[in-house]
């Protein structure tokens, strides 16, 4: 099947919780792990696909800070995967323009982890063809609180005048400071929730959710994604006669 997308009105920046690892596993009677390592392919070839057809920012949910709570062999299991996927994924990096970044608690994560992505960040730091920015030990709630304890310390400080505080001040505290917010939010594995992913930045972010695995989210899936967000009219809280007007004159 192949899915019709408009490549002049693409959003430039899609976000996805990849959601599913788990329940793909169970239904192939396998380990979680074996589900997270499935889900790997699907994070390559939503990377090498929205690299083709040019989007500008993919911001992947890889790990929450919720996710801490999780089995520690787990936890222990998807450091490694992770570790193993930027190794692999330099090169292409390299080759493709892909700079990639972080967003999220990243003094939280083991050495060897941090190392390699800080490593990996600054190798591909003059990169400017698509940024894959990976949510990891993020979380929504505390990115906001982080943000005010150093909006606090700054305003303490004499830097900045707390009465002088506005949304794109704000902004600049966040870890997204360098990204427009996402377009397109996709989730998938059928779960209606934002489990605590960027919420500050979503307030206009598009949302898509889909029952599909996301081992088995394809370029169908991520198509079906962008041509339905094709369709729809953001409206900021204007009216439609409002907008049709401001394209008119
Ligand atoms: C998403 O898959 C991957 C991470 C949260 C790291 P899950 O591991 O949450 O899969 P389910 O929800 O149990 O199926
Ligand atoms: C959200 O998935 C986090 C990631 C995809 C990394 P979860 O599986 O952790 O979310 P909940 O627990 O179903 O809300
Ligand atoms: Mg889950």
């Not at 892909?98 to 990169?127: F, H, S, Y």
């Not at 606090?152 to 400080?157: F, M």
Request: charged share 30%.
């Amino acid at each position: 099947m192949t899915i019709d997308i408009d490549l002049q009105k693409l959003p430039q920046h899609i976000a996805i919780i990849m959601d599913g690892n788990g329940r793909w596993a169970r239904n192939h009677t396998l380990g979680r792990i074996m589900g997270h390592q499935k889900g790997v392919e699907a994070v390559q070839r939503t990377v090498r696909l929205c690299r083709e057809i040019g989007i500008k920012y993919l911001t992947l949910y890889a790990f929450s800070v919720e996710n801490w709570s999780r089995p520690d062999q787990e936890i222990k299991a998807l450091m490694k995967i992770l570790r193993e996927y930027l190794r692999s994924e330099l090169d292409e990096m390299l080759q493709n323009g892909i700079r990639l970044t972080t967003i999220g608690d990243i003094a939280a994560l083991q050495e060897p982890v941090r190392d390699l992505l800080l490593e990996t960040m600054d190798r591909t730091a003059k990169n400017r063809d698509m940024v894959l920015n990976l949510a990891l030990s993020y979380g929504g709630q505390d990115e906001i609180l982080q943000a005010v304890r150093r909006i606090l310390k700054d305003a303490q400080d004499g830097r900045i005048d707390p009465t002088s505080i506005s949304k794109e001040s704000f902004a600049s505290y966040l870890y997204t400071a360098e990204m427009p917010d996402p377009d397109l939010l996709i989730r998938t594995s059928g779960e209606y929730r934002i489990s605590n992913f960027l919420l500050w930045q979503s307030a206009y972010t598009e949302f898509y959710f889909t029952d599909v695995l996301w081992p088995d989210f394809s370029k169908t899936d991520l198509f079906s994604a962008i041509a339905d967000y094709q369709q729809r009219e953001r409206r900021y809280g204007l009216t439609s006669d409002q907008l049709r007007r401001e394209k008119i004159y």
